[in-house]
């Protein structure tokens, strides 16, 4: 882990406004932002660690645990809300046994909402890593599952 | 030298109706007949018509194919490229054409449209300045490095140009502050920070025309006495943030960007930042909190940006629709042109994100003064399944809906702010009477809520309350007293925060409680959603005269609620049914009906 944070700060000057891709870098590397990364990054610029880790949990594109293999994104953008993207978050959510921004015990699963991932033409949507599916119902969750990961 | 160009749409909403995997089955077909050096395919910039994706159109041929699948790539290739005769199954049909329509001129989803900011879209590669010189590119750029910089400000207020990211401030104006601001450095900032869910044009803009924001921010540059820039793009555009890579270095290498550009001792460095989502940013001082890599937190104005910008400096932001169109401007002759499209305050035109229940979704440029008629059924086709039009959304979590009475409103910043709405980002999402508008102002509102920074107490501690009464109504828990108290909520709310986020969020609000009481009442006094959205508030009813038993419903009913033999009505179990709508969107014969709960004879709508 501490040799992947130093990896993706080796880019970097330092200076106070490279935060954000500082913060952005490590968890392209790491998957989320453990605590050692917000400490390097503190140092590294000379701020308080709470200046960083202020600016992190404000952005919600930033995570503090690890999360599942596959990320779930719902999209709740106006038109998939209008057009049943809930329902379909609702048949996501009883198939994981999981809420919305939580992850399956066996880390195989995350389930998020985002606002708006720009297909609204196929609302509702829901996408799984770089896969998109569209026109979706929710009696087809199960098979979006499948799709996403062989062993479901 | 190739016999034609093949521009396949790698915008998002045809990649993500798979004009990859098509793409690849066109080369792999090509190679196959061995003519692959004849064609030059693309990836090109959105087309517009998002509905009928993916879609290929093929040049000089000017022949648009639609909704295509990877097998019909031989038949493409066997009887378009080699055979020269057009394949009449893979054009556009659809009830508003008689016939097979073959391009822009005949399909009535472009009947309307006006392309300015949108003129390079899906024409050129994306990834090539060449192309993007040979449409007229940077020649505006040239004009205005002779230019004296209050001469260019002037011409852009003369045009009439308003700044198309929401508020609609002349953007000629606000240039002209920035360059007689004090300081030898200044910066020009493009907010591509598009968080509007159901507004998309920014994107497709970045996506199709990378260097047109890039010349439109030079000039902005040169007018302003500004030598540095940053392009604020959301982090969820990955391919938009490509594109603009590849274009600066393209600029650069072709002497457009750097120092000295064209000769003029011009100077002008250009940065990307990647927003990290937070809708928030979007606001001007807090995108640059953000792009200093604070916490993207708003402040109070004065002092405004082109005094106290990022770093301190004087800056100017525009959005990225506002600066497409500023190469069109500076042209030769380019004020006068804009100035003759569009109406009395509201020159130019305008990309729309058509989406939610109309039959054509996609991106739509309009003159300003289109009216809702025009873009809902000339442009959109109407409502999805013949159903019944009853309001639409503009402007995103911070405009307002506008029913189905106003229907020839003109679309323009002065009529939709007097309307309750405000033009936003230009998203038109369209409802239909399965719309519930208590839920949709809801909708709005939990948004907001959770975007709020956090910041001013008005919009922190309001946001939330009105929330909390609008969850209640949709729960059957409202009371009389609730819509008094959600219109002085919303007034103070408005008159009272840091920023325009708070300003506007209560907009969806107020608009539905104007034109939509009526719903709201009934929630409140009836316990009833007439449009079948509110959970607690309906249920699903089979039809026992009319129900055949055709057993689709019981098919795609997600927990097993529907029972009934073959050719017998079915019914719902009341106790399992979760009220998802999946029956009643599959029932052909309109058996499944929204009634009050309990009830089995009074029928809704």
Redesign the interface.
Known sequence: MQEQTSKALSNFEGKPNEVIPMLQAVQDETGYLPEEAIRDIADLIGIPESKVYGTATFYSQFYFSPRGKHSIKVCLGTACHVRGGMQVMDALERELGIKAGETTADFKFNLERVNCVGSCALAPVVMVGDNVFGRLVPKQAKEVLEKSDPEV | MYEKHIMICGA??C???GSNQIAEALKEELEKQGIKDKYRLVMGGCPGF??V?PIIVIYPDEVFYCRLKTKDMAELVEQHLIGGEIVERLLYKGPDVEAPARFYDTIPFYSKQKFNVLRNSGIIDPESIDEYIMRGGYRALKRALQMDPQAICDEVKDAGLRGRGGAGFPTGLKWGFTNKAPGDKKYIVCNADE??????MD?SILEGDPHAILEGMLIAGRACGADEGYIYCR???PLAIRRLKTAIQQAEEYGLLGTNILDSGFNFKMNI???????VCGEETALLA????????PRPRPPFPAQVGV?GKPTTINNVETLANIPLIVREGGAEEFKKVGTEGSKGTKVF?L???VRN??LVEGPMGITIEEIIFDVGGGIQGGREFKAV?AG?PSGGCIPQDLINLPIDYDSLTKAGAIMGSG?L?V?DDR?CMVD?AK??LS?TQKES?GKCTPCREGTKRMLEILERISEGEGIPEDLDTLDSLAHSIKDSSLCGLGQTCPNPVLTTIRYFRHEYEEHINENYCRSGICKPLFQYVIDQENCNGCRACVR????DAIEGEKKEPHEIDQELC?R???CI??CRFDCIMITRVGSEADVGN
């Open positions: 998002t909403g990649l993500s109706s998002c509905e994706g968080g509007d869910p159901g507004a998309f994107r982090a969820e555009y930042k990647e927003g990290a989502g937070a809708f953000s792009i200093e890599g604070k916490r993207g937190m770093f994100a989406a939610g229940k979704t996609g959304q995103g998203g999402v409802m719309t949709l909708y709005f948004f920074c795609v009913c997600p927990v979760t998802c709508g999946s969107e599959k």
